[in-house]
């Protein structure tokens, strides 16, 4: 069956620095990728989408890369600061020509002042 | 742009009551939306795809008796808890996908419903 792998531990680290979380996945051949950020209590807020011909994309402080070898994303936020702590979402999609969104279970992230 | 809301945001009621729960595209038209549940510090779990005019597609392992839903207009879905019991005690979320739009756009997403059966 899919399955979506991120860190289940928290990511802690010093603001200014760079976060990079991964995404793993396997048994599946996704056409896109999204990544959503959540904060407690709150629904999910789409932040980036990355297809399969794409290598990286960029948004402001956010990187994201897609490497359809090793079936992995990552995804970078430069510059981090304490209100980028959040839990981050991957869902890949599209591989069944659906709708449908697989959502990882999350990496919380932690950003110290 | 691309609101979605969701009401009411947290249930609290008796084991045995029937719960509804709304959930709205404000700006936009939404053909299909789309229902998750969420446990604490888990993924969110496609539920079903709400299609507006038809009928709901249930994910595998949700019963579609159990877990109600009417998608009646391209602005609103609910989704109805029957005789809910504790173990139907989550964090369930709507989202939206705008109409007419590729399939690789991102979905919106309400705020989530808290529900607690006691």
């Known amino acids: 069956s899919q399955k979506i792998e991120q860190n289940s531990e928290a990511l802690n680290i010093q603001e200014g620095k760079t976060a990079t979380l991964t995404c793993n996945y396997t048994?599946?051949?996704?056409?896109?990728l999204q990544w959503y950020r959540q904060d407690p209590g709150r629904g999910p807020v789409f932040l980036l989408l990355i297809r399969e011909n794409e290598k990286e994309k960029r948004k402001e402080r956010l990187k994201v890369t897609f490497d359809t070898t090793l079936k992995q994303s990552l995804f970078h936020i430069t510059a981090s600061q304490p209100a980028d702590s959040a839990t981050y979402l991957c869902?890949?999609?599209?591989?069944?020509?659906?709708?449908?969104?697989?959502f990882g279970s999350g990496t919380r992230l932690l950003v110290r002042p | 742009g691309a609101v979605v809301s969701q009401h009411p945001s947290r249930v609290i009621c008796k084991s045995g009551t029937s719960v509804k729960i709304e959930c709205r595209s404000l700006d936009f038209q939404a053909t299909t939306m789309f229902w998750y549940r969420q446990f604490p510090k888990k993924s969110l779990m496609l539920m079903a795809t709400s299609n507006e005019g038809s009928k709901a597609t249930y994910e595998q392992g949700v019963e579609k008796d159990k877990f109600l839903i009417n998608h009646a207009s391209l602005t609103l879905s609910t989704l109805t808890v029957t005789s809910a019991h504790p173990e139907d005690s989550s964090f369930y979320i709507c989202?939206?996908?705008?109409?007419?739009?590729?399939?690789?756009?991102?979905?919106?997403f309400g705020d989530g419903t808290r529900l607690s059966i006691l």
């Open positions: 869902a890949p999609g599209g591989g069944d020509s659906s709708y449908k969104l697989i």
């Open positions: 989202s939206a996908r705008e109409s007419g739009t590729y399939s690789n756009q991102p979905q919106h």
């Open positions: 048994n599946y051949s996704p056409a896109y």
